[in-house]
């Protein structure tokens, strides 16, 4: 995949592409399509019987994002009005119209700063963010998938089954936010999960166990909900302040510094929050760069304790991942 900004470089990208489709998979067959950006990455939840039947369950906003991959999706979307909204659904009923459809499916779209919304791909199959979806409809998306399978009608009231509230899922990976977002590896040693009121947890695995390299990275989604947007994502960072992984690198001070970042919090964000927000951060001021330097030292003395102790947990604040972000760079 190669990004042309300028009509010059078409002929050169075209070329390369070309000889690297065919090295890698013996077809020098290539596309062009528009590039959408700043863009949303939004995507619309559907569910389909064997006897034409279709709901439409609303849409996830999956724009947080590293490498093209989903780092944080949240229902509804904070960038869709109730006009994006039915385009959406619209789009979505004529894309599943077009196959025998009769599964869990999600659709997904580019959404550009004018309401435009523009097809990537369509998933049938349930996505790792489906429980977003089943927190804010109450539907077992799971159950239903089995359900269809076996010949069952979806009943009426599912076909216009009402959204509550909002829903928020960050994705806990054994991954290193302050290098790169490179996977890490080793032995789980303390494990604690958050708990209470409008939070759930969807864990594959428990303290001591062993991550190797050959699988993804993926931990767990902890999600949460509540009345409204505001309120989940203080759910969310109080789940965060609650959650502890020792024994390797993960990004919960990612998500720790996510959830009090003003552009996440306002919901005026893209797929670019990443890059240009946490890579990229503001210069610090010198007070700021003081409270690095601590940070730096809290760092050192860190890296010197076993790797049993917690190295990710309660955070305390976005500034101190910022902190400890920068000092880790520097």
Request: aromatic share 6%.
């Amino acid at each position: 995949m190669r990004r042309v900004d300028d009509a010059g470089q078409l002929s050169e990208a075209m070329a390369a592409a070309r000889r690297e489709a065919a090295s890698a998979f013996g077809d020098s067959t290539i596309y062009v399509e528009r590039l959408v950006a700043p863009a949303r990455h939004v995507e619309v939840q559907l569910l389909g019987d064997r006897h034409g039947a279709l709901a439409v369950l609303g849409e996830r906003d999956c724009s947080v994002q590293r490498r093209h991959q989903k780092l944080v999706e949240e229902s509804p979307s904070p960038a869709v009005d109730d006009h994006i909204r039915e385009a959406l659904f619209d789009s979505a009923r004529r894309v599943a119209a077009t196959v025998d459809f009769h599964n869990a499916a999600t659709v997904e779209f580019l959404l550009d700063t004018a309401g435009n919304h523009f097809f990537l791909e369509m998933n049938t199959r349930l996505q790792v963010e489906h429980g977003v979806t089943e927190l804010v409809t109450g539907i077992d998306l799971v159950a239903w998938q089995i359900r269809v399978a076996a010949g069952e009608r979806l009943p009426p009231e599912m076909l216009a089954a009402p959204r509550r509230g909002h829903a928020i899922e960050g994705r806990l990976y054994a991954e290193d936010p302050y290098g790169g977002f490179r996977p890490t590896a080793g032995r789980v040693g303390a494990w604690r999960m958050p708990a209470g009121p409008g939070t759930r947890v969807d864990a594959g695995i428990e303290a001591d166990t062993d991550l190797r390299p050959e699988y993804d990275p993926l931990l767990t989604k902890l999600m949460v909900h509540a009345a409204d947007r505001p309120a989940a994502v203080d759910r969310l960072r109080r789940a965060l302040d609650e959650t502890l992984i020792g024994g390797v690198q993960t990004d919960a001070g990612f998500l720790r510094w996510l959830v009090d970042d003003e552009a996440f919090i306002a919901g005026d964000y893209n797929t670019s929050l990443v890059a240009e927000r946490w890579m990229n951060g503001p210069a610090l001021s010198a007070e700021e760069r003081a409270l690095v330097g601590l940070a730096a030292l809290d760092a050192r003395r860190g890296a010197a304790t076993s790797t049993t102790e917690p190295q990710t947990g309660p955070t305390g604040s976005a500034w101190g991942e910022r902190a400890r972000r920068e000092a880790l760079r520097g």
